[in-house]
């Protein structure tokens, strides 16, 4: 069953299209990788998806209906959550407060402060629970942005670019843990730089460049392509 | 034994309104000085004042009267200032049973704007000062001795307690200047602090007004007046009530302030005297400009006069430490004071009850001696009032 | 690992909150031993603390930086006057009455203002206000801009002196503990958590489930209720009400903004210590006029440049601590 | 005596309480062209900033030209000779192409960069003078970043992220002319995501991860494999 | 004719409100401070000229000469030494600020000059008409007051767009942080910013202050005028401005003509209306 459909997005800021054509569609239980060069508009592909960004043009269906209008507040309540590529932790609040607002306000949560204690030790952040989100490191920053997306109890989880700066044995505990999401039948979207992260749990990828989709498949085959090597691994096609 | 008498002073001394306020500190200074001797029932009276700014706000004015009240324990309140200061004040003094005088405030304002009935008047708050059929007789000696032709006068009111009273259709100008041949052309009232008066001036010019009428705070008239220049607008008589009571204001206007004329409450050539000091209205007035270095306004007297109740009271009362005593006393005041006799017995100047009517006459600034000067022209109102000279048309 | 628990109180703000509740006994008890001037400035400083507490809770918490509060204080007064004169009603009944009319009359000003952001809801707010008090200045059944004042009969009828200032003073007091008690518990249920959430970071807070446009506008509408109410009794002490006294920008806005950034916005506690510290100084300089004014003004900006927290602020980042706990803290 | 136009030693910056740079040290030669590397978030942009005074450090010196950069405006240090082109270009969308040339020169300090000059290097932007900056195309920004950098004659630039999101091709001009443009004596340090390329270009680099260096030398001195090791900190 | 008048008399005002507003405009769009001590600067340009007149005996028009630079000097050295220390993100405390700024100055002024209000005497320039129409009259100095606002508008409309001020200041305004790197120091550019804003406070103060009287209060009520003519045309385009205060005019003058109680609800309510409609005003250059 198709979860989410993106009919003929574009999106231009002034003069810079950001978004091209772009149509994509993501069966339930996918897990997609996504990359491409800085600015491509990955970003802004997610941001169109969430509801912060709307389309010039095009439509956004989720779960069987058409949310291209759709407030972002209302398709999380549907199930779409993400995290933020800059982090955009509550500065002011703890990490268990952060947390619990997606588990408040996320999808139906019948019991929010259980549900947020239960996310933060899934994702390792317990021993910072009366920390304020304000003096985190960056990686707890990146933790906390997938912690609280988790804690809305989404069906469709965007993650973007949340392996960066991560040591190997850091990104390996991350893999796991989007490995564990991944098995509760939710379906994952993941934008990230970290290739080698990405080709270990996506099923499929999906390159963008100028707003445009460029290629998509299997990740082996994409990653071979010469067009990829050149267009995003900077190595020459030959 | 020596028993105390604490008088509360209600005043704007900063703000707008701060024109009626100038010489308070001169005045109350040289009153408490003339109460030191008082006696009441033959032991020492100890008179204390307490002054309260209204920061010429009327919220505060009632804040400050309730702390005189409360705080300072006030036996006797007195306030002036317009409307805005009078009424407040009067209002919480009723309600906490505390006397009350207050003055320079038209009696229609003071008493109807604050839900007075006639037949019952107030318990507690008493007032003195002109009211509108003063004024409005005045006005009409003034037009009649002007000679214009046209009968059309454009009137000028603000929505503001004495705009309303004023311009009021029934209880205002309009109904008495008709039953006298003169036809007021009021466009309605304007906010005040106005700076557009052209679709007045327009109205005004449209029905060939050569005399203006109204009640206006400073800005507003010179801003109307400096529009009509402007706009061709060029009557021979404008009588404006409020707007032309400080010499600083005619000064302000330059040549454009000759002629102006207004209603006058007092001058130093009131032949009246102080019954607390026994200066006469000149020597107060002079005292006034040799402390100051300012010259003389209209308020002195009344303010002064405000004292010169209190003293009186202070005098009489059966029981200075009992409201109810003070009050007695204070309604059975029958006073000779520096604007006039002050009795809220029911005579002939009693229109309401708590209300007693000063004389009002009307003059005219002239610049013959560079110097604005306010000229007493027309006394009909108050034979006693000398005329010091005749009035010119303008331009 | 299912053993940790929440809580949201620790032992120093329980203690706190304990000596908190025996100073309202205390303050709730003042007629019985303060006199009658001090019992007026009582009353006062609970109008103002009320009235801070609303646009704490709308600037503080909801980043609605108005400056028309002033808007609802006079029609709180406005309506008030109408119900007594008009509808014959008790002064202390047309209060309630007040608090409901406010929050209807709120909800198409809120469709107004919301259009607009940051400086513009400021300059928005304002402008507003201006409209109420020349439309008030316009009707000429409530006094037009003349005033009006209340007749003394119908103040005489809600008793003798004492029992008159006793019930007012409990009417003020029941509205200010009520105003904190709301931004309190408001602050505590989810509407807080949303509010602090907006306040950090909208985009993500939308992101994350959190309706922006219906919280904001339910916060407007609750302090907008409130103020009215506030605003009905405090006329009601006044006896009088004319357009510029009602809907005095200085005496509900400016005083306030300054009572909230002096003591801490954003904070409960912030517009306690800025009320106190505002009369402390009124009754010490007010006497001084114009000067009073300037120290005021002068504090302000002083405020801004040292500690942009507020009073509260300086003494939280000092010592981390709370009278009224919001947040959060896992036990295990 | 070395010809070292720039020294850094220990730095440390923190962003509140969270630490971007824990200790770096480095120096470059004039005229020399040093490439930064590093993946998302290593500090390589907070560097800039803290070279240019956007930042300040919390400890560590930053000597230009032998003089300490410490306390001075980010105004001062440009009128020293430090010019930087910003990560996401960052022009001024209300000024027009030349407007933000002519800005860039603000400084006036002399030299061999003249409005006309950038106009021969990027024949381009002499045609959209007129236009909003921030009609252009990306690539088209990029030069006018490059070019606005270049206005103050500077001795150190510093190119963030230069070929970001460029087209290929572009990438490939301006790193044909990047030569051209640095010219003699001119240092440069360049962080760039294509490392392949930037190692091309460079004559040393540094690799820094999460706010250290991990990997320094000789741009050639290194494999592939040993660059991307320090660079993922695998 | 009457209508005509009303428009004439209402587009001549709207001068007035236009020079109210071009120095806050100015310094909204390049600073995005809220300056609510602005109409009280007004005022004390006006209380600067009256003393300046007194002292030498200019005409009020030639002790600009005087006054426009003064006022200058003290925005500048405001700006440095005080406002620059708030500015950021948050609009509040340059708010609160000059919040501050506004009552003290008002209390120097009381306690300066009391609470007479004053005027600057013109002479014949004040009274002085143009006839047009029959029954419509073009008076000097609402005339001058229109010109004056044009040519300023005009002025910093070209300072903005053809001089190298005005590329600091849009470069400041677009992107502090990195015009810092090309070498402009924002504290001193905004200090400019905030000199040339009042240097337009001088010129709108002298003319405030010969149209009508003046006091130490009246800085609020003249200010929103000017907020309202900021937001009516959009914030940071000064024609704007000018079309802003024209409409705000006539629309007062419109009110008046049906009830001088409805002159000031006019404007306001145009105001409302219009953002109702446009909430970034009528023509907006920057978002
Ligand atoms: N609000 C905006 N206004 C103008 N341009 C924007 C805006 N948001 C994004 N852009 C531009 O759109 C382009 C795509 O941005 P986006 O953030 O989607 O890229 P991305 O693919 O996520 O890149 P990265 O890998 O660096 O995160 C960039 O050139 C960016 O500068
Ligand atoms: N203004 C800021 N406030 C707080 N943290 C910041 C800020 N800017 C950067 N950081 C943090 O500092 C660290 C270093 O960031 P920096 O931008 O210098 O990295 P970078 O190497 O340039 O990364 P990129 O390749 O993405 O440009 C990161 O953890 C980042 O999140
Ligand atoms: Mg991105
Ligand atoms: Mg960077």
Redesign the pocket.
């Given at each position: 069953m198709t979860l989410l459909d993106l009919q003929d997005l574009q999106k231009s800021y002034g003069a810079l299209a950001v978004t091209q054509n772009f149509s994509m569609s993501v069966e339930q239980g996918d897990l997609v990788g996504i990359l491409g060069p800085n600015g491509a508009g990955k970003t802004t592909l997610f941001n169109q998806i969430t509801g912060t960004v709307k389309p010039d043009h095009g439509e956004v269906w989720f779960d069987g209906e058409m949310v291209t209008q759709m407030d972002a507040s209302k398709r999380c309540q549907m199930g779409i959550a993400r995290s933020f590529q800059v982090p955009h932790p509550f500065v002011g609040m703890t990490v268990y407060e952060n947390i619990l607002v997606g588990a408040t306000f996320g999808r139906s949560s019948f019991d929010p402060r259980k549900q947020a204690l239960e996310i933060m030790d899934k994702t390792g952040m317990d021993d910072k629970a009366n920390q304020l989100a304000g003096s985190l490191t960056l990686l707890d920053r990146k933790r906390l942005e997938m912690a609280r997306a988790l804690a809305a109890d989404p069906k469709l989880l965007l993650l973007d670019e949340i392996a960066g700066g991560l040591t190997d044995s850091e990104c390996v505990s991350l893999l796991n843990t989007i490995r564990e999401v991944h098995e509760t039948g939710v379906t994952i979207i993941w934008i990230e730089h970290v290739v080698h992260a990405l080709m270990s749990v996506a099923k499929r990828l999906v390159v963008v460049d100028f707003g445009r989709k460029v290629t998509e498949g299997d990740p082996e085959t994409v990653m071979n392509s010469p067009e990829v090597k050149s267009i995003y691994m900077g190595e020459d096609a030959a | 034994q020596s028993s105390k008498f604490t008088i509360g002073f209600v005043n704007p001394a900063t703000g707008p309104l701060a024109g009626f306020g100038e010489s308070d500190q001169y005045i109350m200074d040289a009153a408490k000085a003339a109460m030191a001797g008082i006696e009441n029932n033959g032991s020492p009276v100890e008179i204390e004042i307490i002054y309260k700014d209204t920061q010429s706000n009327s919220n505060r004015a009632a804040e400050v009267a309730v702390e005189l009240i409360e705080r300072d324990g006030a036996n006797l309140i007195v306030a002036s200032g317009a409307p805005d200061t009078a009424n407040p004040v009067a209002d919480q003094c009723e309600l906490n049973e505390i006397p009350c005088v207050t003055t320079v405030a038209p009696w229609q304002p003071y008493f109807f704007g604050r839900n007075g009935n006639p037949a019952e008047g107030f318990e507690f708050s008493y007032h003195f000062f002109w009211g509108l059929e003063d004024v409005i007789a005045n006005f009409l000696n003034l037009w009649d001795d002007s000679g214009v032709s046209s009968k059309n006068v454009g009137g000028l009111f603000p929505n503001d307690a004495d705009g309303n009273a004023w311009g009021d259709p029934e209880l205002g100008l309009p109904k008495p200047l008709a039953a006298r041949g003169y036809n007021v052309i009021d466009p309605g009232r304007y906010q005040v602090m106005n700076n557009d008066f052209s679709s007045q001036i327009a109205a005004f010019k449209e029905a060939g007004c050569e005399i203006v009428t109204g009640n206006q705070i400073p800005p507003d008239f010179a801003t109307f007046w400096s529009q009509a220049a402007q706009q061709n607008f060029n009557p021979k008589v404008v009588t404006i009530g409020k707007a032309l009571l400080f010499p600083s204001v005619i000064e302000s206007l330059g040549e454009r302030g000759d002629g102006l004329t207004t209603e006058i409450w007092w001058t130093p050539s009131h032949p009246f005297a102080s019954s607390l000091t026994g200066e006469t209205a000149k020597q107060l007035a002079d005292g006034y400009t040799a402390a100051s270095g300012r010259p003389w306004t209209q308020p002195i007297g009344f303010v002064h006069a405000l004292f010169e109740i209190a003293a009186d009271v202070a005098k009489r009362s059966e029981a200075l430490d009992d409201p109810y005593a003070n009050t007695a006393a204070l309604a059975a005041t029958n006073l000779d004071t520096i604007v006039g006799n002050i009795a809220w017995n029911g005579g002939a100047k009693n229109p309401v009850k708590n209300v007693v009517r000063t004389p009002l006459v009307a003059g005219q600034w002239q610049l013959d001696s560079g110097a604005p000067e306010l000229v007493v022209t027309n006394n009909a109102e108050a034979p006693n009032i000398p005329v010091g000279g005749e009035m010119k048309l303008i331009g | 690992m299912q053993h940790a628990t929440i809580t949201r109180s620790t032992q120093a703000s329980r203690i706190a909150g304990i000596l908190a509740l025996c100073f309202l006994v205390y303050i709730g008890a003042a007629p019985w031993w303060a006199g009658s001037a001090d019992l007026r400035l009582i009353t006062e400083i609970l109008f103002y603390l009320a009235l801070a507490s609303m646009w704490n809770l709308l600037a503080g918490y909801a980043g609605l930086i108005s400056v028309g509060q002033h808007a609802y204080v006079g029609l709180g007064g406005y309506l008030m006057f109408s119900c007594v004169l008009f509808l014959g009603m008790n002064p202390l009944w047309s209060i309630p009455v007040a608090g409901v009319a406010g929050a209807l009359i709120s909800i198409p000003v809120a469709w107004l203002v919301f259009r607009l952001k940051g400086p513009y809801f400021a300059i928005g707010t304002w402008v507003v206000a201006e409209v109420f008090r020349l439309s008030a200045a316009q009707m000429s059944s409530v006094g037009g801009g003349s005033g009006l004042s209340i007749p003394v009969a119908v103040m005489r009828d809600l008793g003798r002196k004492p029992d008159r200032e006793m019930l007012i003073y409990f009417t003020a007091f029941a509205l200010c503990v009520g105003a904190i008690l709301l931004v309190y518990f408001l602050l505590r249920s989810r509407v807080g958590l949303a509010l602090t959430a907006i306040r950090d970071n909208e985009v993500a807070s939308s992101s994350l489930g959190v309706k922006i446009g219906r919280i904001k506008l339910f916060v407007y509408v609750a302090a907008a209720a409130v103020t009215t109410m506030i605003g009905a009794l405090i006329f009601v002490t006044k006896l009088r009400i004319s357009p510029d006294a009602a809907f005095s920008v200085n005496d509900w806005t400016v005083f306030v903004i300054f009572i909230v950034v002096i003591g801490g916005i954003g904070t409960i506690e912030g517009p306690i210590i800025g009320t106190l510290l505002f009369f402390l100084l009124r009754e010490f300089l007010a006497d001084l006029g114009a000067i009073y004014l300037m120290i005021l003004g002068a504090m302000a900006i002083g405020i801004m440049l040292a500690a942009p927290k507020g009073l509260w602020g300086l003494l939280v980042s000092r010592y981390d601590f709370s009278i009224f706990p919001v947040g959060y803290r896992v036990r295990r | 005596m070395s010809e070292s136009i720039l020294e850094v030693q220990n730095l440390e910056v923190f962003y509140g309480n969270a630490q971007a740079i824990h200790g770096i040290s480095l120096t470059i030669e004039q005229g020399e062209l040093l490439s930064l590397i590093g993946s998302?978030?290593?500090g390589?942009?907070?560097l800039?900033k803290s070279i240019c005074g956007m930042v300040r450090p919390r400890s560590g010196t930053i000597n230009f030209k032998g003089q300490t950069t410490a306390g001075l405006s980010p105004a001062r240090i440009t009128e020293m000779g430090i010019a930087m082109v910003p990560?996401g270009r960052r022009l001024f969308r209300s000024l027009s192409v030349e407007e933000n040339l002519i800005l860039g020169g603000y400084v006036r300090r002399p030299g061999p960069w003249t409005l006309q000059k950038v106009y021969d290097v990027f024949p381009i932007l002499k045609e959209r003078k007129d236009y909003p900056a921030t009609s252009l195309s990306g690539g088209q920004q990029q030069m006018v970043a490059i070019g606005r950098a270049l206005m103050s004659n500077p001795e150190l630039l510093l190119l963030?992220?230069l070929s970001l999101g460029l087209a290929p091709v572009v990438i490939k001009d301006i790193y044909e002319l990047l030569p051209k443009i640095l010219g003699e004596g001119m240092a440069t340090i360049l962080?760039e995501q294509d490392v392949t390329r930037a190692m091309q270009v460079s004559d040393h680099f540094v690799c820094m991860l999460e706010g250290r260096i991990s990997l320094s030398g000789q741009s050639d001195a290194f494999s592939h494999d040993e660059i991307s090791a320090a660079y993922f900190g695998t | 004719m009457e209508w005509i008048n009303v428009i004439v008399q209402g587009v001549l005002i709207g001068g007035l409100y236009a020079l109210f507003a071009a120095g806050l405009s100015l310094i909204f769009g390049v600073m995005r401070l809220v300056n609510i001590a602005h109409g009280d600067f007004i005022v004390g340009a006006a209380y600067l000229a009256m003393v300046t007149i007194t002292m030498t005996g200019l005409h009020p028009l030639l002790s600009l000469v005087i006054v426009v630079p003064l006022m200058a000097a003290i925005g500048y050295a405001i700006q440095l030494g005080l406002l620059n220390r708030v500015l950021g993100d948050d609009i509040l405390p340059p708010l609160i600020v000059t919040f501050g700024l506004s009552i003290i100055l008002q209390n120097v002024l009381l306690t300066t000059f009391s609470a007479d209000s004053q005027k600057l005497n013109a002479g014949a320039l004040e009274i002085g008409s143009i006839p047009v129409l029959p029954g419509v009259d073009i008076g000097y100095m609402p005339l001058l007051t229109f010109v004056a606002a044009v040519a300023i508008i005009a002025g910093l409309q070209f300072l903005f767009y053809r001089t190298s001020m005005g590329r600091a200041f849009r470069a400041t305004s677009d992107d502090g942080e990195i015009a810092q790197i090309m070498g402009l120091d924002n504290r001193k550019v905004f200090a400019w910013a905030m000199a040339l804003s009042m240097a337009v406070v001088a010129v709108a103060g002298v003319f405030l202050a010969i149209r009508a009287n003046f006091d130490p209060f009246m800085g609020p009520s003249r200010l929103i005028f000017g907020f309202e003519a900021v937001i009516i045309g959009g914030l940071g385009n000064l024609w704007g401005t000018l079309i802003g205060g024209i409409i705000l005019g006539v629309a007062q003058g419109i009110g008046a003509q049906i009830d001088p109680g409805w002159q000031l609800l006019a404007g306001h309510i145009a105001f409302l209306v219009i953002l109702a409609v446009k909430p970034r005003g009528l023509f907006p250059r920057i978002d």
């Open positions: - | - | - | 998302n978030g290593a390589k942009s907070t800039f990560e963030d992220e962080v | -």
